[in-house]
Structure formats: structure tokens, C-alpha cells
């Protein structure tokens, strides 16, 4: 029978406890959440004409979020939009394009959608609880809390968007009035877990794919 000597016992049960430790740290470094996420939301492409200020220049949608210790801090900075045109932010439950931007065929709709701000060209702050933990439920219908990782805007005024084919007479609900015009930019889901951006830590074990708070 081999006999290990004392003293490489203990280099054994060090070196064990050293990699096990290294180990550990490790795992707490993949597991860190990001402080600051940036991303774009993507036009809907029939309406580009009805916002551009360049009719050769298509707008662009820039966002920047900054974890808080009490909520999140939202910067949208649009840029290439007509002057004095205004839109409908809200979160949602689903986005109906896919991840290289074509219509999901199974878009039935947006889902739980939450009224977040007006919005017009230029930079706008918004400061609420986003990344990871934006949900809403209803227990009077039985609507289990349900997270909202999209976001999405809408033009305010129905008329903006006449003249892309946009019916004015059938205005859509996303606004403070619920006559808003039709959806103008949104976000696309984030492979692989098929998230939207504001979940930064998507759990891809679970099937469909969900978020850890």
C-alpha cells in the first residue's frame, strides 16, 4: 500500500483548497451583473418616411441604462427626427420582430405594456425600475406577474403618420389620450435566451428562456 507522507498530504489538501476557492471566485465573476447595458431600437420601416428629417437618412434610436440601488436610470437619445415630433414610450411583454428584424410569425400582440414617458427628438431620462425586475400583474384577472423587457414607441399624433398609410379614424391606444398613432421604433429579441435587452441575466436552462431577478 503507498503511504503519502504528512507534509504532501497537506500540500494535496491545500492545493485542493486553493483551486476550490479559485474556483469559486470564478463563479462569482461571471455571475456579476452588468452596472450599464447600451442597445438600439429598430424602426418600423413603412413609417420611416413620416419621422425622418432627411428622406435619404433613415433615424437612429440609442439607449443607455445605468443600474441603481433604488431604480434605474434610461438615457434615449434620438436623432434624425423631423423637429417637434412626438412619441409614446412604453415597456413590453413582446416585440413582433424577431431577432434579424423580419415579423414574427407568431406575433399575436404586445402582451403586458407599461407607460413610461413621452419622448421627442434629443435626449430623454427616465428613471424607474428596468433592468432584470420590471413586471406588472393584475390579481383581479389572475395575471401572474409577468416581466416587461421591451420597449417600444408610438407616434402621438395619428396625423404624423397619414401620409405612410396610417388610417388617423383608427387610432391605437399608446398614449395618455389612448389615440395614439401607430408603432414607430421597437426593440428586437437578444439571442441566444430570445430576451428583451432590459433582462441581463437570462436563464437559458429553463424552456422558454427566463430572466433571474
Known sequence: MLKVAPLVKRSIALT????????SAGSRVQAQE???????????EQFVPCMA????????????????????????TLKGFKPGIQFDLFSLEKSLQLADGTIDPNFRGFGLVWYQ?????????????????IFGFDSAVNLKPTK????????????????CGFDPSKPTPFNGEQKAGPLAFITR??????LGP??????TSTTPATCDP
Open 53 to 76: 428629417a432627411n428622406p435619404y437618412v433613415t433615424p437612429t434610436v440609442d439607449v443607455t441604462v445605468k443600474r441603481g440601488n433604488r431604480n434605474d436610470l434610461m438615457k434615449l
Open 189 to 194: 429579441p437578444v439571442l441566444p435566451a430570445g
Open 34 to 44: 452588468p452596472s450599464e447595458i447600451k442597445f438600439q431600437l429598430y424602426p418600423i
Open 117 to 133: 414617458s413621452d419622448l421627442r427628438p434629443g435626449t430623454t431620462i427616465v428613471k424607474t425600475i428596468l433592468l432584470d425586475q
Open 16 to 23: 485542493t483548497s486553493v483551486v476550490m476557492v479559485a474556483a
Open 148 to 163: 416587461t423587457f421591451h420597449l417600444g414607441f408610438w407616434f402621438n399624433n395619428p396625423e404624423d403618420a397619414k401620409e
Open 198 to 203: 432590459l433582462c441581463t441575466k437570462p436563464n
